[in-house]
């Protein structure tokens, strides 16, 4: 998969990229839309069919971060993007389904990714604020669980959304100025239905990267410092819960320690590298139309780490096709 780019400095710079490459990035996409669909389904129809008290308080969070997966790798799926350094700003190519539409089309899709990529983060502190409630302070939970609360959160995490998308939509524009995609083996032209975004020459990114940073950061410090108080107190109260609760809720909660964890890996870490190459306009890099080849699998990596972690969902999900539906509880 080897990318080459010719005559720097011009305008019109040849941007090489061989054929194994571009099935390879064709088929990934395809098997991790897939993946990251039916595996999210699989998901919200097993929770669905869960009983009494199992996973009583965290169904609903559950179920959001599945549907939140879902519309992310439908975002991704359409636009099929690829990032780069061009022309002194951050470039992106839109080749998907949407680009065949209204130039503008490919801006709101690249905009619903961004909004769906800050959900997830935004949601994050919210699942373990939830669970050390839930674990630690239960006498809690009834004032947690009452819908203004409710209302309350969900409001909070749509303005930050809304914020992140309205600064993607003034931070990035349309252009018609751009690098020539070829096909390294024959040199023909790729993407030419293709739609292609660029920074604008304002502070509207510098300030939406802010944010992005300040909403990853709080997830992760949150994550840390919730976890933390959770493994303390259950191994403070052993005496209290039964050996398959502790299990279980160690279990859960390295589940949700776990989920950040990709997309900061193949997304946000290559992102912050990029955008040290682009403050110091040091030259061309291609890494991110690589780890975009692994970021596209969030959705299903997501959705592997709650079946595998948490036991009343796997469980519910093996009983498909297994005769009469059943429900399912369990001590946690």
Not at 242 to 257: D, F, H, M, N, P
């Amino acid at each position: 998969m080897v990318m080459t780019a010719d005559q720097p400095g011009d305008s019109q710079e040849v941007y090489q990229f061989s054929r194994a490459y571009l099935v390879f990035r064709d088929v990934n996409g395809g098997l991790a839309w897939a993946s990251g669909f039916v595996l999210n389904v699989l998901i919200i129809t097993g929770i669905r069919r869960l009983h009494g008290n199992s996973l009583r308080n965290f169904r609903g969070l559950l179920v959001t971060l599945s549907v939140l997966d879902i519309l992310y790798a439908f975002s991704s799926g359409i636009t099929g993007m690829g990032f780069q350094y061009y022309n002194g700003g951050f470039f992106i190519t839109v080749t998907g389904i949407v680009a065949l539409g209204p130039p503008e089309l490919s801006l709101y899709g690249y905009n619903f990714y961004v909004g769906t990529f800050g959900a997830f983060f935004l949601l994050q502190p919210v699942l373990f604020f939830c669970r050390y409630i839930i674990i630690c302070v239960p006498t809690k939970v009834p004032m947690m669980t009452k819908p203004s609360v409710i209302l309350g959160g969900f409001s909070c995490m749509f303005v930050l959304c809304a914020a992140d998308v309205y600064l993607s939509s003034c931070a990035y524009t349309l252009t018609t100025n751009h690098p020539r995609f070829e096909v390294a083996e024959t040199g023909e032209e790729l993407f030419e239905q293709a739609r292609f975004l660029i920074t604008r020459p304002s502070s509207y990114h510098k300030v939406k990267l802010a944010l992005m940073n300040t909403i990853t950061l709080a997830s992760l410090c949150f994550t840390v410092y919730c976890s933390v108080k959770i493994f303390a107190y259950l191994h403070k109260n052993e005496s209290s819960f039964s050996e398959s609760t502790r299990k279980g809720q160690r279990k859960l909660t390295v589940a949700l320690i776990l989920q950040p964890i990709f997309p900061v890996v193949t997304g946000i870490l290559p992102l912050y590298l990029c955008m040290y190459i682009y403050m110091q306009q040091i030259g061309h890099f291609y890494f991110l139309w690589y780890s975009i080849l692994l970021h596209v699998w969030q959705p299903a990596v997501s959705a592997v780490i709650t079946i595998v972690f948490i036991t009343p969902v796997r469980k519910a999900i093996r009983s498909f096709g297994c005769g009469a539906p059943k429900v399912f509880s369990s001590d946690f």
